[in-house]
């Protein structure tokens, strides 16, 4: 059953994997949010551009040339400032990635593959609804 | 997944779709069909079904030109089934004027092949990222006027579709943005964006268009400022062209039987 307050939280997920993208949008959409799915960055800053999200969960590296992409959208998001809180994910993630992210405004940085209950957990507490 | 999966599945073939919303000229209590607005809806069930996504990621992408080629395709094919007095509004970003030489002769073939007179044609110019190259927009203007297209300037008064477009474009249409008509008749200053727009229009020999309008007081006040082409939910929701049409006709078949038992009333005191 939806919590109340749930159904209106609005979730961003950007991952160029689809075996990770549609479990963890299929497991928010369980809990009740409504979720949005970008599969590279500029179709996510699109996505920022019109519309108001609560939490963008976003991988690190979403394109073939290994770039760090994920931290440009992390940037548009913050240059819009909605107070959307952000979760970065990576498969790689170093001591001075992480010092980036969280130094972009990274709310949350994560390793990938993260069990789906922890992600929801922190994603839950930043949105303001702790779940114990 | 490849990096461009979004992109392929738009410019493939039959991906977009086409809706109509009509542009309707009213007078007195009268209102006919002036031209059909076609507006795009990206691929079902997609991020970019959402107009404003499709082009906000086409331009991420740097790919405008790409889909608006796309989108001019589907356009053409849903235009040769209206009648053949019909006239369509095209949008076109004013970046792909400027920047893909070969855009007006990739019209014109499409027309072409459609059997599609370029008289039925309204280019309507929409701007959203400067810089563009002047030299290389005019040239195309010039070659959409040539081939006998009209062309209206959408989104007026908002961002980049200002004073030098306007000198840039010298359109048929200066189109007013919902921004400015929405709420017109509660306020003084809109209206009085809207009457500076409409005494600018006139050196130009230009009609104005109000976009956005809802309601009925609106209607009427932006009457009284001498505006008579008018785009909104009013006179319908961007539909199928059948459809759209349909419900045109029938305004237009009831603003006549109106207009005749207004004049019958009249004639009668």
Request: hydrophobic residues 45%; neutral net charge; glycine residues 8%.
């Amino acid at each position: 059953m939806t919590e109340p307050g749930v159904s209106a939280k609005r979730i961003l997920l950007l991952d160029d994997e689809e075996a990770i993208l549609l479990p963890t949008a299929k497991y928010f959409r369980g809990l009740g949010c409504t979720v949005d799915m970008a599969r590279e960055p500029e179709e996510a800053e699109a996505l920022i551009s019109h519309r108001r999200y609560d939490l963008v969960i976003l991988d690190l590296r979403v394109t073939r040339f290994g770039g760090a992409e994920g931290l440009e959208v992390l940037r548009e998001i913050r240059r819009r400032d909605h107070g959307t809180s952000v979760i970065v994910l990576s498969a790689y993630i170093s001591a001075e990635v992480e010092e980036e992210a969280r130094a972009l405004g990274a709310d949350g940085v994560l390793r990938k593959p993260q069990p789906l209950p922890d992600l929801a957990h922190l994603a839950f507490a930043l949105m303001g609804m702790p779940r114990g | 997944m490849g990096e461009q999966v979004l992109l392929d599945r738009i410019l493939e073939p039959g991906s977009l779709s086409v809706h109509f919303q009509p542009v309707m000229e009213v007078h007195g209590s009268r209102v006919k069909p002036h031209y059909l607005e076609a507006l795009i809806r990206g691929p079902h069930g997609t991020t970019a079904e959402s107009p404003a996504i499709l082009f906000e990621y086409a331009r991420k992408k740097n790919r405008e030109s790409d889909v608006d080629r796309a989108c001019v395709g589907a356009i053409l094919g849903a235009a040769s089934s209206l009648p053949a007095d019909t006239t369509v509004g095209i949008n076109v970003h004013a970046s792909t004027l400027a920047m893909d030489a070969g855009f007006v002769k990739f019209l014109a073939a499409g027309l072409s092949a459609r059997k599609l007179s370029p008289r039925r044609l309204v280019v309507e110019i929409v701007e959203h990222a400067p810089p563009w190259d002047v030299v290389g927009f005019g040239t195309a203007i010039e070659a959409l006027r040539r081939l006998g297209a009209r062309i209206a300037l959408d989104d007026v008064g908002l961002g980049h579709s200002n004073y030098m477009m306007i000198l840039e474009c010298r359109p048929d249409y200066f189109k007013v943005d919902r921004h400015f008509v929405s709420g017109c008749s509660r306020d003084f200053h809109r209206r009085a964006v809207i009457a500076s727009v409409a005494q600018l229009a006139r050196p130009f020999g230009a009609r104005v268009v109000a976009e956005g309008v809802e309601d009925l007081a609106d209607l009427a006040a932006l009457k009284r400022l001498g505006i008579n082409l008018i785009q909104g939910f009013l006179f319908g929701q961007p539909g199928l062209a059948s459809d759209v049409l349909a419900s045109a006709a029938m305004l237009h078949r009831r603003s006549g039987a109106a207009g005749r038992s207004a004049s019958r009333t009249h004639a009668g005191r």
